[in-house]
């Protein structure tokens, strides 16, 4: 079974920090890895994408990497802001079947401190 | 960049009427599209896939008779929640497939049935 795991579930962290979400997922044969932001009682907002044949992704204070072979990918973000506040969420698009759905971790939700 | 048009953002209705919820892509031709609901602090739910010019698929567990998806045009998907009762109240996301670039999202209907 296709299963995307997010850890942790919840972080609260004070301003200026760097730090680590990390995203699992049980086969190695994806097609893509898309990181989201979710605002309270909004829509997604997409970060990054990364391809299968692709190591990590960046974009701003974001970094994105993935490792097939271990099944994991980390979302890293420097220096935090009380802006980063959201949930972040782990999608991905599996190679085998599922006819392009995406399937989510549940999110880690971000609190930062100023 | 690619851009997919919700509305409306916000919707209260009476229990037993139904409701339409249309998703636009702006600057481009979304030939799938993806209806997700959302409960409180919970990940996205898939409930259909809409293609173009051809029936949705539903995802197991839900009521297509319930939940209308019409994908009539390249650039618009509706979903018409029929016969609304309070147990339907949620928030409803749609996302366009942007094939190899990933998905982009909608901001999403917070519905309210009373």
């Known amino acids: 079974k296709q299963e995307v795991t997010q850890i942790p579930a919840a972080l609260s962290v004070p301003e200026g920090e760097n730090l680590v979400l990390n995203c699992s997922f049980t086969d190695s044969a994806i097609y893509n890895l898309q990181w989201f932001r979710q605002d309270p009682g909004k829509g997604l907002t997409s970060l990054l994408l990364i391809q299968s044949s692709q190591r990590e992704q960046t974009s701003g204070r974001l970094n994105a990497s993935l490792d097939k072979s271990s099944g994991r990918s980390t979302l890293y973000i420097a220096a935090s802001q009380p802006g980063d506040s959201a949930t972040y969420l782990c999608?991905?698009?599996?190679?085998?079947?599922?006819?392009?759905?995406?399937?989510w971790g549940l999110g880690t939700s971000l609190a930062v401190n100023p | 960049g690619a851009v997919v048009s919700q509305h409306p953002s916000r919707v209260i209705c009476k229990s037993g009427t139904s409701v339409k919820i249309e998703c636009r892509s702006l600057d481009f031709q979304a030939t799938t599209m993806f209806w997700y609901r959302q409960f409180p602090k919970q990940s996205l739910m898939l409930m259909a896939t809409?293609?173009?010019?051809?029936?949705?698929?539903?995802e197991q567990g839900v009521e297509k008779d319930k939940f209308l998806i019409n994908h009539a045009s390249l650039t618009l998907s509706t979903l018409t929640v029929t016969s609304a009762h309070p147990e339907d109240s949620s928030f409803y996301i749609c996302s366009a497939s942007l094939g190899n670039y990933g998905y982009t999202f909608g901001s999403g209907t917070r519905l309210t049935v009373v």
């Open positions: 809409s293609n173009e010019g051809s029936k949705a698929t539903y």
């Open positions: 999608a991905v698009r599996f190679n085998a079947g599922n006819n392009r759905k995406l399937i």
